[in-house]
């Protein structure tokens, strides 16, 4: 089942309108524009809560591909979710490698969640929402209201 989805994703087949416009090239770009602003609001709290550096998150910030206090993994699934938000889809190379370090499940499973924040980003770009306060910043104003 997986195989021929993965197949798919790096085929670069009809469906990925965004590929070679210049048009489709300006939109992508401002999803990952909102991708990184929901990214900074939501999950730089929540990353370093689960033991991410401030380095690797400096890292993912400024889009440092080759950063040393990234895994090879990490810096391969990076280069994978900009691809197919900016692009439309995954070179068929970096889907091939990124197969043989985390096989057809994981591999989809990224490919749903690089999907399900493209959906957040559009919905938060169409109906002009803001991001939330990150989860610690709540927490912590639930505290001091409790």
Do not use: N, W
């Not at 401002?30 to 380095?55: K, M, N, P, Y």
């Not at 370090?101 to 770009?125: D, F, K, N, P, T």
């Amino acid at each position: 089942m997986y195989g021929r989805v993965i197949r798919t994703v790096g085929a670069g087949e009809a469906g990925h309108s965004s590929r070679g416009s210049l048009t489709g090239a300006k939109v992508s770009h401002r999803l990952f524009q909102r991708l990184c602003i929901l990214r900074t609001v939501q999950h730089v709290s929540i990353a370093q809560s689960v033991g991410a550096s401030d380095e690797q998150i400096a890292a993912v910030e400024h889009d440092s591909k080759d950063d040393r206090s990234l895994t090879d993994v990490q810096r391969v699934v990076l280069r994978f979710a900009r691809e197919v938000v900016l692009d439309g889809a995954a070179s068929e190379q970096l889907v091939a490698d990124l197969l043989a370090r985390l096989g057809e499940r994981q591999l989809v499973e990224l490919l749903l969640v690089v999907g399900h924040y493209m959906a957040i980003a559009r919905l938060i770009a169409t109906a002009g929402l803001e991001p939330d306060p990150p989860l610690a910043t709540l927490t912590a104003r639930a505290e001091r209201e409790g």
